[in-house]
């Protein structure tokens, strides 16, 4: 099992920027596919950027352009940075890691989460 802690969430003004960060630990973290989820209130999770243990990276549409996620493997830390800041940007956001083949937006398919960090963005 893999245990991850978010961090670096918080209270921003629309079109300002924010740098998450998740610690991981294991010694077989750069064997995971590593994403980013998010859960608005009231709504369900959904993917929002997902990097692959070769570092290929995919992003949801609504997030492309203004988001990008990166990590590095000898801090066992995978990062997203969130520039351009919008109001529908607010929700937790969660780290997850998939210990399996990886590449996947289904929150079913990752195998351990952290346990948040609340990203609000107000207008």
């Known amino acids: 099992q893999v245990q991850l802690v978010e961090s670096g969430g918080g209270l921003v003004q629309a079109g300002g920027s924010l740098r998450l960060s998740c610690a991981a630990s294991g010694r077989t973290f750069s064997t995971y596919t590593m994403a980013w989820f998010r859960q608005a209130a009231g709504k369900e999770r959904e993917f929002v950027a997902g990097?692959?243990?070769?570092?290929?990276?995919y992003y949801t549409d609504s997030v492309q352009g203004r988001f990008t996620i990166s990590r590095n493997n000898a801090k066992n830390a995978v990062y997203l940075q969130m520039n351009t800041l919008k109001p529908e940007d607010t929700a937790v956001y969660y780290c997850?890691?998939?210990?399996?083949?990886?590449?996947?937006?289904?929150?079913?398919?990752?195998?351990?989460w952290g346990q948040g960090t609340q990203v609000t963005v107000s207008s």
């Open positions: 990097i692959t243990r070769s570092g290929d990276t």
């Open positions: 997850a890691a998939d210990r399996g083949e990886g590449g996947s937006r289904l929150a079913t398919l990752y195998d351990d």
